[in-house]
C-alpha cells in the first residue's frame, strides 16, 4: 500500500486553539504531511509566534490569527481570513479547550458557562462556518478533540466531562448530516499528555501518580503520539470512516 493516501499536500488544516499543546503538535504533524495551516488563539503574539515555528520547520505556508471561538463573528472572520489567504479549508481540527476542576457543589454557575461556550459551543460554531466551504468543494475532514473524559466520568470535572461527551455526539450527529457530501466527521479522545492545561497535575506528585495508576501503559503520552491518529483522519486513508472516536489513551478506557 503507498504510503501517498496519508498525504495532504494542496490540503488546507485549521486548528483551534493551536498556539501550543496538542494543538500545535498537531498543526506540525499535518504540516509534516504537507498540508499548509491555520491556527487560531486568543493571544496574538503566541499564535503568530507558533504560526512562524511551523513555517520555518516545514516550509509550508501557516497563517496565525486572534480569534475568539465562542464569538460568532470572530469564528467567521477567521475562516474569511484563512479562505483568502491560504484558498480553502478543507480539515478543520477543533482543539482550543479549558477544564475547571471543582465538584458540582463549589462551581459557579459563570465558570460552568466558560466551560460549555469554549469546549462545545465552540467547535459548534466552528463547524457552522467551515462545513459549507467543504461541501461546496465536495471534500472535507471534521475532526472534533473530545477526551477520554467524554467517555467515562471524573469527579470534580462536571463541566469537563458533560462538554466532552457532547462533543462525541455532536460528531455523529454532524458524520450523519453530511455522510453523502464527502466530508467526514470523527472525533479523537486523547488521555493525558503532558499540555499546558495539565500543568496543576504534572507539578502535583500525588495527583500525578493518582493518573499514572490509572493508566494501563503506565505513563502519560508523548506529544508525538498523537501525530498517526490525527494524519490518518484528515487524510484520504480514512474516507470510509465517518461518526466515530479514536481513543489514544494508553488504555485507560479499556478497563
Not at 505556508?61 to 463573528?73: C, H, S
Not at 458533560?162 to 479522545?189: F, M, P, R
Request: hydrophobic content about 45%; charged content about 20%; proline content about 5%.
Amino acid at each position: 500500500m503507498s504510503t501517498e493516501i496519508f498525504r495532504l499536500d494542496g490540503k488546507v488544516a485549521m486548528i483551534t486553539g493551536g498556539s501550543k499543546g496538542l494543538g500545535l503538535a498537531m498543526a506540525n504533524a499535518l504540516a509534516s504531511v504537507g498540508a499548509d495551516i491555520a491556527i487560531n488563539s486568543r493571544n496574538q503574539v503566541e499564535v503568530e509566534a507558533a504560526a512562524a515555528s511551523v513555517r520555518d520547520r516545514h516550509g509550508c505556508r501557516a497563517l496565525g490569527a486572534r480569534a475568539d471561538v465562542t464569538q460568532p463573528d470572530q469564528v467567521k472572520g477567521f475562516v474569511d481570513q484563512v479562505m483568502a489567504e491560504l484558498g480553502s479549508v478543507d480539515i478543520l481540527i477543533t482543539n482550543a479547550g479549558v477544564n475547571v476542576r471543582l465538584p458540582t457543589t463549589e462551581l459557579p454557575l459563570e465558570e460552568w458557562q466558560r466551560v460549555v461556550d469554549i469546549n462545545l459551543t465552540g467547535p459548534f460554531l466552528c463547524a457552522q462556518a467551515v462545513i459549507p466551504h467543504m461541501v461546496e468543494k465536495g471534500w472535507g475532514r471534521v475532526i472534533h478533540v473530545s477526551s477520554i473524559m467524554g467517555l467515562v466520568g471524573l469527579a470534580a470535572r462536571p463541566p469537563y466531562t458533560a462538554t466532552k461527551g457532547g462533543i462525541v455526539l455532536l460528531t455523529k450527529t454532524q458524520a450523519l448530516e453530511l455522510a453523502q457530501q464527502g466530508v467526514t466527521v470523527n472525533a479523537i479522545c486523547p488521555g493525558p499528555f503532558g499540555t499546558e492545561m495539565n500543568r496543576p497535575l504534572l507539578d502535583d506528585p500525588e495527583k500525578y501518580q493518582a493518573f499514572v495508576s490509572k493508566i494501563p501503559m503506565g505513563r502519560w503520552g508523548e506529544m508525538n503520539e498523537l501525530d498517526g491518529a490525527v494524519i490518518f483522519l484528515a487524510s484520504p486513508s480514512s474516507s470510509f470512516m465517518t461518526g466515530t472516536t479514536l481513543t489514544i489513551d494508553g488504555g485507560w478506557t479499556a478497563q
